[in-house]
């Protein structure tokens, strides 16, 4: 469900002068803990996308499960980062062609696939979405009961996590055409309802742009009958907003793009395949997304102004629609990898989509919050409030002005009910350059190469005639808990 946005400013001392410094801004918040959505945040909203060829114990160098119960580092990092779930597929499930004369690549044995359910585990995730292929490996009966081994071996360990096979990796692009596709999945959902029984979860199309495909979904008789539906765990699809990484001349463009303002675009996005799904009483999911796809752009996708993008993008559609989730993809030696490397190693690096997960999982439970926001001048800052069980909020406050455009905001906040205090952290970069790769900090610490972050809130302060004044200086991003 959309919530409505009431919006206007007062815009305050601003400069007219290059040397002055930053303009200055007073923006008001009004929020109406009483209308909270009654739906909370999905504990698995935010999740990573991995390539389907990443698990197999013989991928990249050196040899061995990354994605293991043993490695401690990665699991540690995603941890912290606050994901839940994790989706394996994405062109390498398809791929059944010579690359360059080299040998195709085997899907995942047994043991790959027993060393993710060991991985997931010791993850703590709540769920796994797991990629089947309908072009050129289609094959419902060996890969049902392939499905039939996983979904075994995690009830003989033990494992509670929730396993979803996603059937084929964007059909419009491997040449699975939609006349044709519908009966892929069919033959799918038979196979694994009859190798599953109630514990078949399937979800689809997962098109790279063409939205006839979930329509089709959404649409279809079978499906929206009571025995299937529930078997359809979601309607799923991609995304990259930003557009392709080739479209950019430079690093100053490509930041401009993933900082500019985007609801209506992603307003839009969402209705034009998401309304059906929503219509079919199904949930929608972008099982793969990220900034811009053929890798990103180097200097922005892999840069501070991705963390500061990635929290604004979850915070969007966590609180303004009805998606069920997100994740963003990690490929190989993308730019946009929320995490480096993408490979078994003895540490790993948070880039800056990892940072925006980082931000997104404090205090992340919670109701979304209707708000009035008086902001007629427009200031590029963003604004996202939770209500908790305990009654307590947080808010996201997320200045994306920068440069010659950037503002100091101060958000006057006025909570809808009796609060006394409130505590800060901020989301930053040495310096506030928004290419910044490195020098990243939440609540005044970066993760460090084991995974862990001793980041905390930063400031306190008291209510004011029950109001709170939040600073928010450009290119930053407040997470405030009032209390």
Known sequence: MRLSIAVSV??????????????????EV???????????????????????QAVRAGFNTPKGHWLSAANAPFVTLLKTLGVRSVRIGGNTTERNVPDGGRPVKPYPSDADAAAVNDFMNALG????????????????????????????????????????????NEPDLFKVALEAYPARFDAYSKALEEALGDRALYCG??????????KWL??????????LHDHVAYVTHHWYPVGGAASYPNVEAAVDAMLAPADSKYA?????????????????????????????????????????WALDYLSYFSHETALAGLHFHNAGSAHYNAVGPARLAPRYTAQGVGYGLLAFAQNGQGRPIPRTIRNADAVNLTVYALLHEDGTQTLRLINKTRGTKAVDAVVVIDPGRKL????????????????????????????????????????????????????????????????
């Open 420 to 483: 006394a205090n409130a505590k800060v952290m901020y989301l930053a970069a040495a310096g506030d350059d928004a290419a910044a790769k490195t020098g990243i900090t939440l609540g005044g610490k970066p993760v460090d190469e084991d995974g862990t972050w001793s980041g905390t809130f930063t400031q306190t302060m008291a209510a004011r005639k029950g109001r709170f004044s939040i600073p928010v200086p450009h290119t930053q991003a407040a997470i405030v808990h009032l209390y």
């Open 268 to 308: 839009r996005h969402f209705q034009g395949w998401a309304g059906p799904v929503l219509a079919g009483g199904f949930r929608p999911r972008l099982d793969e997304t990220n900034s811009m796809y053929n890798g990103g752009f180097d200097g922005a996708s892999d840069s501070y102004a991705a963390a500061l």
């Open 205 to 214: 199309p997962s098109a790279a742009g063409a939205t006839s495909y979930p």
């Open 30 to 52: 009004e929020l109406a803990p009483a209308k909270a959505r009654a739906e909370s945040v999905p504990a698995d909203f935010a999740g990573l996308s991995l390539e389907m």
């Open 125 to 168: 995730a709540t769920q796994l979405i797991w990629c089947l292929p309908v072009a050129d490996r289609f094959d419902p009966a060996t890969y049902s009961d392939y499905a039939a081994r996983m979904v075994e071996d995690q009830a003989r360990k033990g494992y509670t996590f929730q396993t979803v096979f996603q059937l084929g």
């Open 218 to 227: 959404s649409a279809a008789p079978r499906y929206r009958e009571p025995v």
């Open 10 to 27: 007062v815009l305050c001392s601003l400069a007219t002068t290059a040397f002055a410094g930053p303009a200055k801004a007073t923006i």
